[in-house]
């Protein structure tokens, strides 16, 4: 809608597993997903290694840049897991056992039998001044620290804190979506899409050809914030496409 | 193996599609097994818009850092695929119909009776003096300009440009792994794995929890390019493990 802010994001992908291929990423196209539903623009992703020096630069260029910052692994109990201690180092902050996350913790423990060792109750640290995201699947929480999310890397621990999360956010015009499926190649309509995007310079325009059993599509996609503009285009489009035959 | 060189890598993927959650990429996932398994390290990984300024930016950072770029996306002949002329202009060379590239497309369509058209041809705009990549699928090329590679993002295009630039690349020592499958939690054994990693602490060790079927399990995993430096700590990490009733 016309007036709604336009809310930015981006999202930060933690771990050396992703980079040598022995993980394949989960949680890019599910926060994606979620983002764009909620009115928040994903604008880009970074996926870095588990090094201090490459998050906190990574955090530091991308949290100026947009609305939110959102990463994903890293904060588990192993030595590995340096994400929250990279975040306060970004940020500023001290870090130290949270007694909030703490208590969750020592509780968990306490109901399944499992000893607190020291490994475990690093999942308490968390940097000073930053709220809890509560993590329904195994307790350990994430945190938001000034417009920084931080989220597990397991999937469905990660989902359930951006669920948490999500009610504290700030969300915008939400971009709507018109998708034109075609049996032909791009290359065919090529020509007639980019006319089109010219009547419509505020819609923007996506092409996207597939290959499935030997067969080709293409996939025209229209976005806008602004319902009325977004059904007008897609009518224009689809009256020049069965003019065409394509239709 | 020592003395030989380490070759990074970065990879750059463009697609608005990616962004909003409409298309899961696959393209990452391949491209880190595909060089860690020829020796190439992958050290980061952006996603960004169909955005001239975004992916000029990208590419310029990401060239300089690390000895390979590799794109996906946005070479098709739509409005929207804009790379080739944003990685021209990143690295300020002059772009227009490239004559090997032409022929190429010119003697496909004339076998498949498609028409020529201006949008078709735009498949053919290589930046000047970059190296054509064989697209064994529908024959319109990527290239390779200094040290950036530009790729198509539909995967099965991808993969196959892939496989056919892979033999003018540089390649390194390779990563090699060793990974140790527990059936518990990674809190259980994170504090014999930190002492792990004291004692070889130039193996890199990372501890990837999984949840499947309400069991948990956890992999521990080490890296290194000095196959017996890795032999070494794998069985000193067993010995480790079965002493405390792990395996």
Redesign the interface.
């Known amino acids: 809608m016309a007036g709604e802010p336009i809310v930015t994001a981006a999202a930060l992908?933690i771990?050396?597993?992703?980079?040598?291929?022995?993980?394949?990423?989960r949680n890019?196209?599910?926060?994606?997903?979620?983002?764009?539903r909620i009115g928040i623009?994903?604008?880009?992703?970074?996926?870095?290694?588990?090094d201090e020096a490459?998050i906190v630069a990574a955090v530091n260029e991308l949290r100026a840049r947009h609305t939110y910052l959102f990463t994903t692994g890293g904060i588990?109990?192993?030595?590995?897991?340096i994400t929250a201690d990279a975040v306060a180092k970004a940020l500023g902050v001290a870090i130290d056992i949270d007694a909030r996350a703490l208590e969750l913790l020592q509780a968990y423990f306490k109901k399944r039998g499992?000893e607190p060792?020291?490994?475990?109750l690093?999942?308490a640290r968390i940097p000073h001044g930053a709220k809890l995201i509560r993590n329904a699947?195994s307790v350990a929480p994430g945190f938001m620290l000034a417009n920084v999310i931080v989220l597990a890397g397991?999937p469905?621990v990660m989902q359930v804190m951006l669920d948490d999360v999500t009610p504290l956010l700030a969300t915008g015009s939400k971009?709507l979506?018109a998708t034109i499926w075609l049996d032909c190649?791009?290359?065919?309509v090529?020509?007639l899409?980019?006319t089109h995007?010219q009547t419509f310079p505020d819609v923007?325009?996506?092409?996207?050809?597939?290959?499935s059993e030997g067969r080709v599509s293409t996939q025209l996609?229209l976005?806008s914030t602004d319902s009325a503009r977004l059904a007008a285009a897609r009518q224009d489009l689809e009256v020049k496409l069965k003019a065409c035959g394509f239709l």
Chains 1, 2 share one sequence.
């Open positions: 992908v771990g050396d597993e992703i980079l040598s291929g022995r993980t394949r990423d890019i196209d599910y926060i994606a997903g979620h983002l764009t623009r994903l604008k880009e992703v970074r996926v870095v290694a588990d490459a588990g109990p192993t030595h590995d897991d499992v060792t020291p490994a475990r690093r999942m699947i397991v469905e971009l979506t190649a791009e290359g065919e090529a020509d899409f980019a995007q923007a325009m996506g092409c996207y050809p597939s290959f996609v976005r």
